[in-house]
Each structure stands twice: as C-alpha cells, then as structure tokens.
C-alpha cells in the first residue's frame, strides 16, 4: 500500500530517551473517568487502573494516554482538583508497577499537567491547544516535556457549535503553526501535531480532515491520529461505539497510508497488528 512519506522520521526526547518514528507507535487510552463516551466507569479505581495499564502494556501499547477528564461533546465541567484526585493516584500506581512505562496526561489544565509531571508523567496532551489555560504553554516549556497539540474550538461542552470554517484543514493547519510558532518561542522543543477529529467539527469535515492529513506533514512533526470507536464513525454507520472496532481499524488504516505516525486507540492489540502489516 502506498504511504506518504516525510523527508526525514521525526522524533522526540521522552524521558531523555529519543523516541523515534520510524515505525508508528500505539497510544493506548486509559481513561479514570467515569462518564467518557465508550469506556467511561471501567477504571475508576487504582486496582482497575493498574489491570488495564497491564492489559494495555502487554498488548503493544508503547504510550499510555491517562484521561481523567472527559472531553466528550457535551461533558460536563469538573474542578482541577477533582480531575487531580481522579487522575494522580492512578499515575503514580502505575509508575511504581511500570517503572518503565511511557505515560501521558490528557488534559487541558496548566495545574494538572504540572501535578501529573511531578508524578511522573512524560508527555502532555492538551486537547485544547493551549486554548483554554493560558498558563499551559508556559508549562510546557518550564518541564521540557513533549507536548501534544491539538486542534479544537471552545470547550468540550460547546464545541459542536464552533464548526464554521472556510476550509477545515487550511483552517487547522493555520491554527497548529500559529501555536507552533508560539511554543518555539518559549523554547519547547517536542511538539506532536494532532488535527482533533472529532473537536469542533461536523462529520463532514472530519472526513475531510481525514482524507487530507498528509497536508500537515509540512510542518515536519509528528502527526497523532485519534479517531477510536468516535461518533464520526458510529453515526455514519448507524452503530453503537461498542460496535466500531472494524470503522476504527478502516480509518486507522487511512491514516497509517497518510503517515500518521501515532495512532491512539481503545484497542491496542488491533491497532498493533494493523501497523505490523505496514511496516
């Protein structure tokens, strides 16, 4: 199958190990959330936490992406302090059982994300894009973590309302080179490009975004997929997310033929296999 290709595999320092993508990587999700569109309610507690971590770990997964914030469209607001109590004991849990673990922090709060660090956390993703805590950008370049950064408009609870755009992936791909452009000038050194399927953005456009993705390898970053068992999916086949495995592997697929080198997935083991038949 042919694949776009960059000019050179970018890579990124976790840890002060270099990560490189060469091959794309899984990132496994592992929410703590009670109410996340699929799985929300499943690892609430540390002992349910740790046994997906596990789960996820022995299934190929090589960043676990902890969640504890549901940014569903329409989720309602929690407090930092209740996304920290949600998150931090899961974190570090895991780093004790799984020293060796690549951990993530899905959040769009400055505190959180410093919390999470402090815990042991390498890498911040930020489904806002520093959007909705002024204080994120500056975050980052004080921890020299790498640092996921995602389209998106508003917040969870109204973004469905934010979709007008002039052309869906110009319109995104201005946006991440104007906050790359802001981070570079703070000193952040490891950015990962992620065009937020799902974030602000009618069905439509995200297939658009889909079929276009490979635009934003201009940037010569590291590009993250996220599409796993979402409503672009389920919606436009008349399914429940429960049902969306195959849709999930289908678009995976188009995005690995695009050089997506991250894809973040529910079900690692699949997403595993499809990336061993690539590369």
Same mark, same amino acid.
């Given at each position: 199958?042919? +694949?776009?290709?960059? /000019? ?6 976790? !840890?002060?190990?270099? &990560? ?32 997906? *971590? ?6 190929? =997964? ?8 549901? #940014?569903?469209?329409? =989720? @309602? ?6 996304? &920290? ?18 951990? #993530? ?13 402090? /815990? ?15 204080? &994120? ?12 950064? &995602? ?9 469905? +309302? ?16 104007? #906050? ?15 065009? !937020?399927?799902?974030? *602000? ?20 970053? @590291?590009?993250? !997929?996220?599409?796993?068992?979402? #409503?672009?999916?389920? +919606?436009?086949?008349?399914?429940? =997310? ?26 690692? =083991?699949?997403? +595993? ?7």
């Amino acid at each position: 199958m042919k +694949k776009f290709q960059t /000019a050179t595999a970018p890579s990124i320092n976790v !840890g002060g190990k270099l &990560m490189t993508f060469e091959k794309p990587i899984v990132m496994g999700i592992l929410n703590v959330t009670p109410d996340s569109f699929y799985d929300g309610g499943d690892n609430t507690t540390v002992e349910k936490a740790l046994e997906k *971590a596990q789960n996820l770990i022995q299934a190929g =997964a090589q960043i676990l992406d902890i969640g504890a914030y549901s #940014s569903r469209p329409g =989720a @309602p607001l929690i407090s930092s302090q209740e996304e &920290m109590d949600r998150a931090l004991p899961p974190i570090l849990a895991i780093r004790e059982a799984f020293p060796e673990a690549i951990l #993530s922090i899905d959040t769009f709060r400055a505190d959180v994300a410093a919390e999470a660090i402090d /815990a042991g956390v390498h890498i911040i993703n930020d489904v806002s894009g520093g959007t909705l805590d002024e204080e &994120m950008f500056a975050t980052v370049a004080k921890y020299q973590v790498p640092y996921i950064l &995602m389209h998106m408009r508003g917040t969870p609870e109204n973004m469905q +309302k934010q979709t007008e755009y002039t052309d869906i992936v110009t319109d995104v791909a201005t946006f991440l080179g104007e #906050s790359v452009a802001q981070l570079r000038d703070l000193g952040v050194k490891d950015i990962i490009l992620d065009p !937020g399927f799902g974030f *602000a953005k009618t069905i439509d456009q995200n297939y658009e975004l889909l079929y276009r993705v490979n635009e934003l390898h201009y940037f010569g970053l @590291p590009i993250l !997929g996220g599409i796993s068992r979402k #409503s672009m999916i389920y +919606k436009k086949l008349g399914i429940a =997310a429960q049902e969306a495995l195959n849709g999930t592997t289908a678009l995976n697929t188009l995005l690995l033929e695009r050089g997506v080198q991250l894809l973040r997935v529910h079900d690692v =083991a699949e997403a +595993k296999q499809l990336i061993d038949l690539f590369f």
